[in-house]
Structure formats: C-alpha cells, structure tokens
C-alpha cells in the first residue's frame, strides 16, 4: 500500500463537490442522493475510510478479510488492519479492529496464514495458530507478526518484532504475501522492494533468509511495485503454473489507462526464485479501479479454487470521491482460472460462484430470442442500482456497439468498435465527475475475439461497474458517481440485423448489512 500526496488535493475538491445541491425543481424521487451510492453486495466500510485488502486466508468455514483502514475519518490516516468474516464471500460480519499501530509504527499490507504444523509455536490449545504477516511502517519500513489461537478471533503481536527489517538505504520494503512452500517444508514470502519483488523463505516465520530477487528488467515500471502475490494454478489440462501478481502505484499516465493497476507473470517458481514465461505485459483488469488484490490462502483443495479480491478505487483520486461517511469498496471476489489461449497462458478472472445466490428471481428479465436492441426505460430491475447482465454479442454484423445506463441528465457507456478491436469506459457524464481531471478519461481495452461472439457480463452496484468479457478473458472496473438515480438501460448498434443473443438482466439482493 502507498499513501497519494495527490489525495489532499482530492479532499478540498470533494468537499466542495458534496457541497452541491438539486435544484429545486427536481423531485426526491428523482435525486440520488450521495449516500445512495452505497453498493449492496460489495464490502464497504460501515464508515471512514478503507483501502487494500490485507490478511485474506480461509478456516474452518469462514473467509477472513482485513483491510488497511483508518477509523478517524474518510481520508487515509494511520492504517489499521479492520477485520471481517464471512461463510459465503458476500454476508459479512464485523470483527473490529484487530491490529493498531504501534511503537513500530502504522500497520502497513500483508496476508495471514494458518500455521497447521505448528512451525512457528504459538498453537495453545486444540485450534492452528493464525499468523498475520505485515508490514510495521516508519522511517524504516520492516515486517511483524501477528497470531491468533481462537480462530481469529482476537490478535497478540509477536513479543520480538520486527521479524525482518529493510536494509539501511531501501525505502520500500513492505507488503509480505507468505505462503507454505511444502516439497520444501518452508515458508516463502514474497515482498515488494521498490522496483522488484524480493523472494525471502522460513521454517517459522520469525526467522527470514533472503532467496533472490525479481522484475528488475522485466514487467511494467510505470510506477512503485507493491502488494504481491504467489500462487500455483493448474489448467484443464493438468498443467502446471506459478502465478505472480504485483500492483503497480502509476501516476496519471501509467499503463494501461492511468494510475493504479495490477500487472501478472506465469511462470516457475522453485523455492528459490520465479522465472516468468509470458513475454508480453499482462493485466489482471484493465479497468482503472481495481489495486492492491490479492488471494485467499488455505482455500481446501476439495473447493479448488484460487478467489481474489481488489480494492475498488484508484491512488490518482481514492482520496477525492465523493462519498460521505465512508471511503473505499472492495471488488467482487473472482475465481481465477489459467487457461492456455492459442498457445499463450494466460488468467480468466470470473465471479465468484456465490454471487448467484443473491439474485432475485421477482426482478429478473431474460430474452432467447435475438434481438435488435434493448431499450429498458424507468425500469424497476435498473432503477435499484444493483444488478447483474449477461449476454453474447455477434461482432460480425456491425462495427459500433454500445451498452448504455443511466437517466435523462447522466450516461455511462461502454462501447465496442469492431474495427479498431477496442472497448471503452465513457463515464464522462456519467455524474459527479470534475474531483480529478484523469475520472473524465475514457477507459480503453483492446480486445480481438476468436469467433465472431462475444460473451459479457456486467454487475452494477450503485457507483461501480465490472465487465467481464469472454467468461473473464479480460475485465474492466469502473467507479462511478450519479446524481440521479439511474433508471435507463440499453444496447444498440449501426447494425439492422438482431446481435443480441441469450439477454437477461437480474436484480442481486443487499448482502452488506451497514
């Protein structure tokens, strides 16, 4: 994690944005008002603010996720690790603050493992230790520990921390991802050193020895590496893979659309160090809101899943949008799939199963029959902000398609030319836009299909939206800030021939309890 000197800025510019008000001549059914834009099954702070998510591991049937979070106000501050739970991805419980700064200084990202074997000693009674890993920031930034022997539910600080300290002249040296290695009964930790990720291992996790480095002349450098990730995935095919994923802090003109965003390698990792594979630049969304994801560790093999999760904002302008009372959502948790593409690995990411559980059947329309267009004005499923679109396009009858929500004052769309192999975000008018010059841009992804079909999923939920295309070849995530409830939803195209093909649109219930 990194705090934006450009937040700030961001502040005086969203409070003079919050200080608007409708004009008179407009109803209270009409306005959306700045709380509303809330969304309804992605996890958000009850208030002040949050940003990445830190210490996501599995145990005993419950989804542990903290978050960096300041509990004083709505702009980022001394970090806290917050705590929450759940059983099902998207119900969460509030668990409190389970870690607060220290002599050693904020507590800065990290993750959280279950100890099984006992390595590091802490187990005390008939439950597995959970050891938290995270980064104590100063002057000089060093890694701590953290365990629990109540299954998370309250934390003590290891009594000699810090268990690893960043060599004399290395200002970033932060967000551990720790993982258990086990063809060599080790712990590897993989840590974020400026420009590079630098590969540590232990038998304990008190003790580090420093393994190899990573990225020095490889990946994108547009701006400060942070929060990695290491995992090992296998394909349909039973093939094997290590997967490295590193966020990368950009400014404004970073790749691929400005600012924050997440980049991947597929490759071999022996213990040792990671070799990449993959020659070109690969991102895990091409979106401008989803930093700093991660995964969850200790997933049980009969699941078989790997699920991440992204903070939705951007360090451009985290500290400007325009939300009161609270700041900072995260995105939907998505599986994560390797999949061989035409001879190139690379990761699908789709949502996670259990969001189908929230979708309500009484607010749900579904079309077979191709069509033409989809014109859905003041409707109801629209209209509750929160809702879930799939359908497949045939690309091959048109060159311009375009997806459109919103009211009769404010629209975002996304659309498709054919012939430059390109989607684009517009969220210029799509409501408050004028706290930070980089939300007026338009969001690019270049996308070539392999048939002449495209297949697309879309959830909103009230101030954000997330593309999925071709069943998660490349995804999009966008925030965005209406000032009228949004009641319109369409798809058109230059083409007289029907393109739509298997349409429904389903409203998806409230999970978050604020």
């Known amino acids: ?11 005086c510019l969203a409070l003079i944005g919050c200080a608007k008000s409708p004009d008179t001549d407009e109803t209270e059914s009409q306005v959306m008002k700045y709380h509303d834009t809330r969304p309804l099954y992605h996890y958000s702070p ?105 299954k998370g539910q309250t934390w003590v600080k290891y009594a000699n ?28 930790m993989a840590l974020a050193t400026g420009n590079k990720i630098s590969f540590y291992s232990s038998p304990d996790l008190k003790n580090w020895t420093f393994e190899s480095d990573f990225g020095i002349n490889q990946g994108y450098h547009g701006g400060v590496w942070e929060c990695p990730d290491l995992f090992e995935l296998t394909d349909e095919k039973g093939v094997r893979k290590w997967v490295l994923l590193v966020s990368v802090g950009g400014n404004e003109t970073a790749e691929p659309n400005g600012g924050s ?21 690969l991102w895990a969304d091409y979106g401008v809101d989803n930093y700093a994801g991660v995964t969850w560790s200790d997933i049980p093999e009969k699941d078989g899943r790997r699920i991440f ?40 990411f789709t949502p996670a199963n259990e969001l189908n559980a929230l979708k309500d059947a009484k607010l749900a329309t579904t079309v077979s029959a191709p069509q033409k267009s989809i014109g859905l004005v003041n409707n109801d499923i629209v209209a509750t902000g929160s809702y879930m679109v799939e ?55 270049k996308y070539t299909p392999q048939t002449t079909k495209i297949s697309i999923q879309l959830l909103v939920d009230k101030s954000s939206v997330e593309l999925f295309i071709n069943k998660g070849e490349k995804v999009m995530t966008a925030l965005f800030y209406p000032k009228y409830v949004y009641r319109d939803f369409k798809v058109q195209s230059n083409s007289a021939t029907e393109f739509i093909r298997n349409y429904s649109i389903t409203a998806l219930n409230k999970s978050i309890a604020q």
Request: proline share 5%; net charge negative.
């Open 46 to 150: 009850v208030k002040n603010w949050m940003n990445d998510p830190n210490g996501m591991v599995y145990y005993d049937g419950e989804y542990h996720l903290f978050y960096q979070y300041y509990p004083d106000g709505v702009n980022w501050g001394p970090m806290h690790w917050a705590h929450v739970t759940s059983t099902d991805l998207f119900h969460w419980k509030e668990k409190g603050i389970a870690l607060y700064p220290d002599d050693l200084g904020m507590i800065f990202s990290g993750s959280a493992v279950v100890d099984s074997k006992n390595t590091s000693g802490f187990k005390n009674g008939n439950e597995s230790p959970l050891v938290a890993v995270y980064t104590s920031a100063d002057s000089r930034q060093k890694q701590s520990i953290a365990y629990s022997t109540d």
């Open 309 to 348: 999760m992204g903070w939705m904002s951007n360090w451009v302008y985290a500290g400007a949008t325009p939300t009161i009372g609270w700041r900072g959502e995260t995105t939907v948790p998505r599986e994560v799939k390797l999949i061989d593409n035409s001879g190139k690995y690379t990761l699908y």
């Open 261 to 281: 965003s997440t980049q991947y390698f597929i490759g071999q990792f022996d213990g040792k160090s990671f070799t990449a594979e993959n020659k070109d630049i």
């Open 391 to 445: 359908m497949e396009l045939d690309v091959s009858l048109a060159n311009d398609y375009e997806i459109s929500m919103g009211n009769e004052l404010e629209k975002l769309t996304i659309t498709y030319n054919k012939a430059n192999s390109e989607f684009v975000i517009d969220r210029s008018t799509s409501g408050i836009v004028d706290f930070n010059p980089m939300f007026k841009r338009n969001i690019t992804c």
């Open 161 to 188: 921390n810090p268990v690893l300290l960043a060599p004399q002249g290395v200002p970033d040296f932060r967000d551990p991802k720790v993982i258990w290695f086990a063809s060599q009964n080790k712990w590897i």
């Open 1 to 11: 994690m990194k705090y934006s000197a450009a937040i700030i800025l961001g502040v």
